[in-house]
């Protein structure tokens, strides 16, 4: 059974930061694509960050771009999302997403999640 599941989330003060951790099992997902989508109270998921299958082409948001670096060990079967300088308006649910097939910002596209961890920043 393929398993995604993050960690890290919790409550910071506004400018603070955190690291999002996302533990695959089940399967690899060293040669997939993954990426981070998050969800707010009200509001569609969207698209947060990707990252490529080698690790070496990421894709952001604009609202995080400077912000969160996206990055992967693929030895670990992990990825990983540090948010810095966090904002009240990045207070969401996370997601992590494994293999895209199409458009890394699509939610549709992928075909494993994650259950979700909350981040709440405080203004």
């Known amino acids: 059974q393929v398993q995604l599941v993050e960690s890290g989330g919790g409550l910071v003060q506004a400018g603070g930061s955190l690291r999002l951790s996302c533990a695959a099992s089940g399967r690899t997902f060293s040669s997939a694509s993954m990426g981070w989508f998050r969800q707010a109270p009200g509001k569609e998921r969207e698209f947060v960050a990707a990252?490529?299958?080698?690790?070496?082409?990421?894709y952001y948001a604009d609202s995080v771009k400077g912000r969160f670096t996206i990055s992967r060990d693929r030895a670990k079967n992990t990825m990983y999302l540090q948010m810095d300088s966090l904002k009240s308006e990045d207070t969401a649910v996370y997601y992590c997403?494994?293999?895209?097939?199409?458009?890394?910002?699509?939610?549709?596209?992928?075909?494993?999640w994650g259950q979700g961890t909350q981040v709440t920043v405080s203004s």
């Open positions: 990252i490529s299958w080698s690790g070496t082409r990421t």
């Open positions: 997403a494994g293999e895209s097939r199409g458009s890394f910002a699509e939610a549709g596209q992928y075909e494993y």
